[in-house]
């Protein structure tokens, strides 16, 4: 962690740092960075050479001359940005030109104030904010803005001194609301924040002008406490205290113990918490206690071809719990507490790369040793540098000795590197010389003269008392013997079984050495094909196993298999390679993608990545060792020393935000709010998408937030979007929704759900009123069919009473006269001509009841089917008379429907018609013709050629009355045109 330093001990100390690095190709616009600060919404805004930048952790939103409107400014060269809490707002100052200023809840410029310029090279650099007043330093002079009257106002008077108008490149406000403005020409004048007037003045020769030139260019300033402030200038640092009645004191020189701090140039300097100060100048970065006695330099870890971004820091600010640099590089993010990584791959002295790390091993000094695939790297505990010992050989294992001498295995055999020179074994113990080409790939010891080593190739383990000069082999012909004699690591549990982990067995032997079991888990019916076995630990009575390709196994003290933990439940990457126990607490898992911590009580996995700071996601085969309390884990570039005490839980969730609300209308335009602080929406009823983009502001591991939302009237349960920051919505009916969204961070802290509601409006037809409207419509339509449905049986009713009235006279008659015929051809003997009168009025009535039958039935309520009826009553009295008949529809009428009151009354004037012809006319033919009429309607005619009538002297008979009456009947118009030997023509016309 960044140190708290005491004032009575002297520290001089290197810290490795790894920084969170954001450059051009992480999507920064531009380099050089000239401010960061973070505005109340958590997002942070920077300034650049090129641009102003927003940036949630995820995405850069960059300000330029060229952006949209919205987002368009002046200058591409920002110098300071100013927040305004109280109105939400930001004040951004471009070299040139324009101050703007832009709504923090939208990110949206909402005005633009031109500065004037007091001469062609007059460039803005500086700014602070002090009650309604911005007091603005440039090239010329001091300019002040009244944000009142958004007027800019007169600064103070001059002073004696003609320079007094010169390069002003900071300004900064102490806690009693006075602004210090630092004159380059002059030296620091004091003023009044309300008055504008001059308080106390200190002049160049006070701040030790030790070269001479008339100048001192101030930087940076930090209030330390409200009587101290420390100003970074090109000539070193300088502390000024004051009182209340602003009794100055200068220290021109308030380092001690690195004076070149008081004359070098110092570019920015930072006030934090536990009163330590963050100085960047001579190159460095370092961290200062408040008296600037003690101080620790802060040495990042790079890579080939890196440049160190802390040696060039320009703006530091302090976040709570990280620091945040703007670099000449970009932008670099260090936490207070610092990483639990430190990594080491690269030498920028020398030039020396851990290139591929196959071993490794802390020395006693903490010195490290490096076993690389071609060569040893000693790596320097206290300035970090490497100094390569071979470059020859492949380095398959380390460990220390003691006596100053440490234990190589390289693809050539053993040795011993004794004050970094190479022997060979034998030359040291004599006892190995037999051994000496054996490859080595693991160790344990046991007690203080016993390790046993495991080798490489096929050849079992070796048992060796270095003080005794003693060795042992045990393989599968020994006895105890092992069940392979692959070896790929060993363990020595806490009862002093020891562990030989193969590809396809484990061996374990009894702590006398006198018994051993093998383990294959072959009977196991869930796992199979466990198998490559390359690391293990033990806790709880349980063994946890590194399988690579499997995962990570959990046996108990029966050796049964308990669990199988795989990428699914969490885990990094299956390909396991170390496991290490963390105090009884959690396992720490190397793997071939990331490193695993996993919570053995809470089951859950907290996984780390180069992002993180690992020297790569890839580590090695047995590459990783225990050294006071810290994991020193190698891979392809070089290793990383972890402290697992700083694996900390991330307990602050993210800040939510819905950064994009996007409404695609099916008229092709589309509605944006780009407003934080959104809370409902209308969506207007043509609408086809909504589209919602939100991010979760969380610096810790901004490309881990994971998010959830729900349709609270839709769906209770929450739906999980992964690491995706969208949603598309569409389809939903008109009302009012409540959307809810959450964002999680890396460990699973969710965020307080953010609410957007929703109000989709209705298109016409899905209003309440038309809603209404159809509804009083639908009750006027049943209504309408119910009293037609009533008028329809009524006429059905009347059919019904018409045609039994009929049946009751023209039946009741003819039964009647069939009773008096049938009596009389009883009572007389000549009684043919009786039956026959009979016969008559049977077959007569027979062809009535038929004509009703066929008016009653549904299937034939049309013309052709009228006039078919027509035929079948005609054409056999037609023909045994020697009548012709014809009967036609003119095609021009076609085949229209008719009621069944129509089919009745047309019928019976018909059969009335053709009758009077039958009977009077002596015809030849008689015509039955259906065709239009004067208004296109049907037009029913019967004609004759027969004797005719005269109409003026004929009186209308009971035949002419009866069809004009049914003609009436059916809203039809009955016509008859007749005179002596021209016919007779009846017509029946539909109104």
Same mark, same amino acid.
């Given at each position: ?66 952006? $949209? ?104 406000? =102490? ?154 590089? @970009? ?227 029966? /050796? ?6 795989? *990428? ?6 299956? @390909? ?38 690992? *020297? ?13 309390? &810290? ?64 991010? @979760? ?66 298109? /016409? ?102 006039? =078919?009826?027509? &035929? ?35 019928? $019976? ?34 004609? =004759?050629?027969? $004797? ?25 118009? $009955? ?17």
């Amino acid at each position: 962690m960044l140190l708290s330093l005491g004032t009575n001990s002297i520290a001089q100390q290197k810290v490795r740092v790894s920084l969170v690095k954001y450059g051009q190709s992480d999507g920064l616009s531009s380099y050089n960075i000239q401010q960061i600060i973070k505005d109340k919404n958590g997002f942070l805004w920077v300034a650049s050479q090129d641009c102003l930048t927003r940036f949630d952790g995820k995405s850069f939103l960059s300000y330029t001359q060229q952006s $949209l409107p919205k987002h368009r400014i002046s200058g591409p060269d920002v110098r300071k940005i100013i927040e305004d809490t109280i109105h939400k707002a930001l004040w951004i100052l471009p070299n040139r030109d324009q101050l703007h200023v832009i709504n923090t809840t939208n990110g949206d410029v909402i005005k633009n104030i031109s500065i004037p310029n007091y001469a062609n090279d007059d460039w803005n650099i500086t700014m602070t904010n002090c009650g309604n007043n911005l007091w603005i330093g440039s090239f010329r002079g001091l300019k002040i803005l009244n944000t009142k009257k958004w007027q800019f106002i007169p600064p103070p008077k001059k002073i004696q001194n003609h320079f007094i108008n010169s390069e002003i490149n900071c300004i900064g406000r =102490d806690n009693f609301n006075n602004v210090w403005v630092c004159y380059t020409r002059y030296g620091i004048v004091i003023y009044n924040g309300t008055s504008l007037k001059k308080i106390k003045e200190i002049k160049l020769k006070d701040l030790g002008d030790r070269l001479g030139r008339n100048t001192i260019r101030v930087n940076d300033f930090t209030l330390v406490n409200n009587n101290e402030i420390l100003f970074a200038t090109d000539q070193g640092l300088r502390t000024v205290y004051f009182d209340r009645f602003y009794s100055l004191t200068v220290d021109n020189n308030p380092v001690k113990n690195l004076k070149v701090l008081n004359s070098c140039p110092i570019d920015a300097i930072k006030a934090i918490r536990h009163d330590d100060i963050i100085i960047s100048g001579n190159g460095h970065l370092y961290q200062f206690n408040s008296a600037l006695s003690n101080y620790v330099v802060y040495d990042e870890s790079i890579g080939d071809a890196e440049s160190k971004w802390i040696n060039y820091v320009q703006s530091i600010y302090f976040d709570g719990d990280k620091i945040w640099l703007g670099c000449q590089q @970009g932008i670099g993010m260090m936490k207070i507490i610092s990483s639990p990584f430190a990594k080491y791959y690269y030498d920028e002295k020398t030039g020396n790369k851990l290139e591929h790390m196959r071993s490794i091993c802390v020395l006693p000094n903490k010195d490290i040793l490096c076993g690389l695939s071609s060569g040893l790297t000693l790596v320097n505990h206290g300035d970090n540098s490497f100094t390569t010992l071979d470059r020859a050989h492949l380095y398959h294992h380390i460990f220390f000795l003691g006596n100053n001498m440490a234990f190589l295995s390289t693809n050539q055999g053993m040795h011993v590197l004794k004050k970094k020179t190479i022997k060979s074994i034998e030359s040291i113990y004599p006892e190995l010389k037999s051994y000496k080409a054996h490859v080595v790939n693991s160790h344990v010891f046991v007690g203080d003269s016993v390790v046993i080593m495991g080798t490489e190739c096929d050849d079992g383990i070796l048992i060796w008392n270095y003080k005794r000069h003693y060795v042992k082999k045990i393989d599968t012909s020994s006895s105890p013997a092992l069940a392979s004699n692959t070896v790929n690591n060993i363990y020595h549990d806490k009862i002093g079984n020891l562990w030989v982990l193969s590809d396809k067995v484990i061996t374990v032997i009894n702590a006398d050495f006198t018994i051993s079991k093998s383990l294959d888990f072959a009977s196991e019916r869930k796992y199979p094909k466990l198998d490559l076995f390359f690391d293990m630990c033990e806790f709880n009575r349980s063994y946890w196993i590194a399988s690579y390709g499997n995962g990570l196994i959990q046996i108990d003290d029966k /050796w049964k298999v308990r669990k199988l933990i795989r *990428q699914k439940d969490g885990l990094s990457n299956e @390909g396991v390679y170390n496991i290490f126990n963390i105090r009884d607490s959690s396992l720490l898992i190397t793997s071939n993608n990331g490193l695993s911590s996993y919570n053995i009580k809470a089951q859950k996995f907290k996984n780390y990545y180069i992002e993180n700071g690992l *020297q790569s996601n890839s580590f090695e085969e047995v590459t990783a060792t225990a050294y006071h309390d &810290k994991i020193y884990a190698g891979g392809i570039n070089g290793f990383t020393v972890i402290d697992p005490s700083k694996l900390l839980v991330n307990k602050i969730p993210p800040i939510l935000y819905l950064a994009n609300v996007e409404v695609k209308l099916d008229n092709g335009q589309n509605l944006v709010n780009t407003s934080l602080d959104i809370k409902t929406l209308t969506i207007p009823n043509n609408w086809l998408q909504i589209s919602i983009s939100f991010t @979760g502001i969380n610096f810790e591991d901004p490309k881990r937030v994971t998010y959830k939302y729900r349709i609270k009237e839709i769906e209770t349960n929450w739906i999980n979007n992964g690491h995706r920051d969208l949603i598309n919505i569409i389809g939903l009916p008109p009302n009012t929704y409540t959307i809810e969204l959450k964002a999680a961070n890396e460990d699973g802290y969710w965020s307080y759900p953010k609410t957007l509601i929703v109000k989709i409006e209705p298109k /016409w037809f899905e209003t309440w009123f038309f809603k209404l409207a159809m509804v009083v419509l639908g009750v006027i339509i049943l209504n309408a069919f119910y009293h037609y449905r009533i008028k329809q049986i009524k006429i059905q009713q009347q059919i019904r009473r018409d045609i039994a009235n009929d049946l009751h006279d023209d039946l009741g008659s003819t039964l009647n006269s069939i009773k008096i015929f049938t009596h009389l051809a009883i009572e007389k003997k000549q009684n043919i001509s009786y039956l026959k009168e009979i016969e008559k009025l049977i077959t007569s009535t027979t062809g009535g009841l038929r004509d009703m039958l066929w008016v009653l039935e549904d299937s034939r309520d049309d013309m052709n089917e009228l006039l =078919d009826r027509v &035929k079948k009553f005609a054409t056999p009295i037609a023909h045994a008379n020697q009548i012709k008949l014809e009967c036609y529809i003119e095609p021009e009428l076609g085949n229209p429907n008719i009621s069944k009151t129509e089919k009745r009354n047309l019928l $019976l004037i018909a059969k009335e018609a053709i009758n009077n012809s039958f009977k009077y006319a002596e015809c030849q033919t008689i015509k039955v013709i259906v065709k239009p009429g004067t208004n296109k309607k049907i037009l029913f005619s019967i004609s =004759d050629d027969g $004797l005719g009538f005269d109409i003026s002297n004929k009186s209308n008979g009971y035949g002419l009355n009866s069809m004009k009456n049914r003609a009436e009947q059916i809203n039809y118009v $009955l016509h008859y045109n007749s005179s002596p030997g021209s016919g007779t023509l009846i017509t029946v016309e539909k109104k």
